[in-house]
């Protein structure tokens, strides 16, 4: 890369851009702005990553080209929005999926018919590379789904069984499980409240439970209607329960509530499926499922039920079997009425269409699992649904709903495999990530002794059983974890510590001189339990202490005076005129910040030293981050919903006082605020 150099001529390229980015742009477009420094630009950017209307807006025809253009999730992608982008550049490389959706038509006008109608361009920039025989590659390993049920239907349907999938340990489960809640389709709203809510009961269970809260959720509906009232009960449901919006926001992926039109290209652990059609208030079916039982349908349904890494659960209001008597041609509604019966009965249900069933093709591991059941144990030959199988699969005694151990020989699926990489590296590692116990068996040293091979696999089943702690796998529980490169588990920093009020009462109103021991103790008290603390809180504290309604002049000239008899500290917040008192023993390097209590302080009566720990976590666990968002972050470190003027203010004051100190500092033009020690660490 080369490096930006601040003296450069003004006349020069390098110059012209700092200039420009200097005067952030003023007075000249970014387009003229890349067209006049266009030899410099992709030195020190190689890379941009823009959607095609903005590549038709900053960047001019008379640009140098671009290497290779890369379009992804091209199956959404008209081919006429795409064609300025492939001009810009001297290679094409186009990436999606046909059989998930094309580009929505919703907008679009249906009422012109254009007399050329044969020059039309197919569906998508996709469909239209296909079609003029550029050269193709089908990318055909499934990586998303941990579980092969999840993908075992989208699999045999819309993909002729080509996909490579791996088989989990627990293969003879089903993570695909259907829920009818019972629910009453409103045909005038076109929405079924009672599923609405049951999915946020869900929601809101897995939130509760500790184990199951790591696990990310998607919500996915049939219709925006059904969209928008799941949200509007999600948010009901958090606006009750704000230890559990507060889980939620601090979750490595929060919730999403999303349509079959705009859930393609996201993920999550568990999708929450919401068919949303069926019996209205008087028990009548119409089979109408929205986009389903468009032409197209079947493709929103792929994507729909293809987002889950996890777990997948489907909530209808009717049993599968109702569809029965379903006459609709539309491929939609059919497939819709097979998978429901697919996720009410698992794979039994499944109807796999005609040349899409994988043939088993055995080799030794027919005679190993013979050899295997002969010293008792239970096996299963030829473990998955798609090409790849583990060979021999042995069943946990102790738990019949899992495989202990697989068992890989150089048969079929070894063969299969294209390369080296693949056999020998790859498939063990997939299978490793899913959590299998695998062990390798060559033809060789099994034909050489068999006995012996037998023994080796009975003494790693049996140590397994004995050591069950040294063979347990981490990856099952870390969606993050992939093939290629290592993940590091990512501590979030927590410097936050309850808020303790003081909460005492004397009934001493009234008593000027008298009692004054008291009321040192009380004051004594309220700065052992809330110091620092700022003094309207002090006063109104101390008010309330001795059984006063408001603080006037009396009890604030008892405070005075009990505050300089026990030598107490006292600041001012930066630029602002509220004192704050600290015990006369308390460091001012402050390592935590509080939160709670009866009713959470505004942010004008936290102090800047406190503030500042609160600003440091949000950093640390975000990276740098603009200000507004560091705003919003901190304020709801301290249970604050909104970012008003007195958050706006306070934390701007801190902001300001911690760059003076040059504890914070600002990167990127002056548009993100980072912790110096990011930076030095960063330049290390």
Request: proline fraction near 4%; include cysteine; charged fraction near 30%.
């Given at each position: ?291 389903i039982n468009n032409p197209g349908g079947e493709k929103r349904l792929n994507v729909a039920i293809s987002r889950a890494r996890y777990e997948m659960i489907v909530f209808a209001s009717f049993e599968p079997e109702l569809l029965n008597n379903m006459k609709s041609e539309s491929r939609g509604a059919q497939e819709l009425a097979n998978f429901l019966k697919y996720a009410k009965y698992g794979s039994d249900a499944l109807v796999v269409p005609n040349g899409s069933v994988i043939e088993s093709k055995v080799g030794i591991e027919k005679q190993i699992g013979e050899k295997l059941r002969e010293k008792g144990y239970k ?306």
């Amino acid at each position: 890369m080369p490096s930006i150099n601040e003296k450069s001529p003004e006349s020069s390229l390098q110059g012209i851009l700092n200039k420009a980015i200097k005067g952030k742009c003023r007075g000249k477009s970014i387009r003229q702005l890349f067209e006049e420094v266009s030899g410099i630009l992709t030195k020190i950017f190689p890379v941009f990553l823009m959607s095609p209307m903005s590549c038709a807006q900053y960047l001019s025809p008379k640009m140098p080209k671009f290497d290779i253009v890369i379009f992804d999730e091209a199956s959404q992608m008209p081919t006429s929005e795409a064609i300025g982008a492939i001009a810009r550049g001297k290679s094409l490389i186009v990436v999606g999926d046909s059989k998930q959706m094309p580009p929505t038509s919703f907008f679009q006008s249906k009422g012109l018919v254009d007399i050329d109608s044969n020059l039309d361009d197919l569906e998508s920039i996709l469909d239209d590379c296909d079609v003029i025989g550029m050269p193709s590659r089908c990318l055909s390993w499934h990586y998303r789904s941990k579980h092969e049920s999840l993908i075992r239907f989208s699999n045999a349907k819309f993909y002729g069984n080509n996909l490579v999938t791996f088989p989990s340990p627990n293969d003879m489960l089903n993570k695909v499980s259907f829920v009818n809640t019972k629910g009453i389709y409103g045909v005038k709203k076109a929405t079924n409240e009672i599923e609405a809510k049951a999915i946020v009961k869900e929601v809101a269970r897995r939130l509760k439970s500790p184990e199951l809260r790591e696990k990310s959720i998607g919500i996915v509906t049939f219709s925006s209607v059904q969209q928008e009232m799941v949200e509007d009960l999600l948010q009901d449901m958090f606006s009750k329960h704000k230890d559990l919006e507060l889980i939620n926001l601090q979750s490595k992926e929060p919730i999403i509530v999303k349509n079959l039109e705009n859930i393609q290209g996201d993920e999550r652990d568990v999708i929450l499926l919401s068919v949303c059609y069926g019996p209205d208030n008087k028990g009548k079916m119409y089979y109408r499922f929205g986009p389903i039982n468009n032409p197209g349908g079947e493709k929103r349904l792929n994507v729909a039920i293809s987002r889950a890494r996890y777990e997948m659960i489907v909530f209808a209001s009717f049993e599968p079997e109702l569809l029965n008597n379903m006459k609709s041609e539309s491929r939609g509604a059919q497939e819709l009425a097979n998978f429901l019966k697919y996720a009410k009965y698992g794979s039994d249900a499944l109807v796999v269409p005609n040349g899409s069933v994988i043939e088993s093709k055995v080799g030794i591991e027919k005679q190993i699992g013979e050899k295997l059941r002969e010293k008792g144990y239970k096996v299963n030959i030829d473990v998955g649904k798609s090409s790849f199988r583990v060979d021999v699969g042995i069943i946990n005694p102790d738990n019949e709903n899992e495989y202990i151990l697989g068992v890989l020989c150089d048969s079929y699926s070894y063969e299969s495999a294209l390369t080296s990489k693949d056999r020998n590296i790859v498939q063990p590692n997939a299978l490793d990530l899913l959590g299998w116990n695998i062990m390798r068996v060559w033809s060789f040293d099994y034909y050489d002794n068999p006995k012996q091979v037998i023994d080796d696999i009975c003494k790693k089943i049996e140590d397994i059983r004995q050591h069950p702690e040294e063979y347990k796998h981490s990856a099952l529980d870390n969606p993050q974890m992939n093939i290629e490169f290592e993940s590091k588990d990512i501590k979030q920093e927590n410097y936050s510590k309850p808020y303790i009020m003081y909460e005492k009462q004397y009934d001493i109103y009234g008593t000027r001189n008298e009692n004054m021991n008291v009321k040192l103790k009380i004051i004594e008290d309220i700065l052992n339990n809330e110091a620092p603390i700022s003094e309207e809180l002090l006063r109104n504290r101390f008010a309330n202490a001795i059984g006063a309604t408001r603080a006037g002049p009396s009890i604030q000239e008892d405070m005075f005076y009990c505050l300089r008899n026990l030598g107490v500290k006292k600041n001012t917040n930066y630029s602002q005129t509220k004192n704050f008192y600290w015990r006369k023993d308390q460091s001012s390097d402050l390592d935590y910040y509080r939160v709670g209590g009866e009713k959470p302080r505004a942010m004008d009566d936290v102090p800047k030293e406190e503030l500042i720990v609160a600003i440091k976590e949000v950093l640390l666990n975000n990276g740098p981050i603009f200000k507004e968002d560091l705003k919003r972050y901190v304020a709801l470190a301290f249970d604050i919903k909104a970012v008003g003027r007195k958050v706006d203010v306070t934390i701007d004051d801190c902001v300001q006082c911690y760059l003076s100190k040059n504890l914070l500092t600002m990167i990127d033009n002056d548009t993100r605020i980072a912790l110096v020690s990011q930076v030095q660490e960063k330049i290390k």
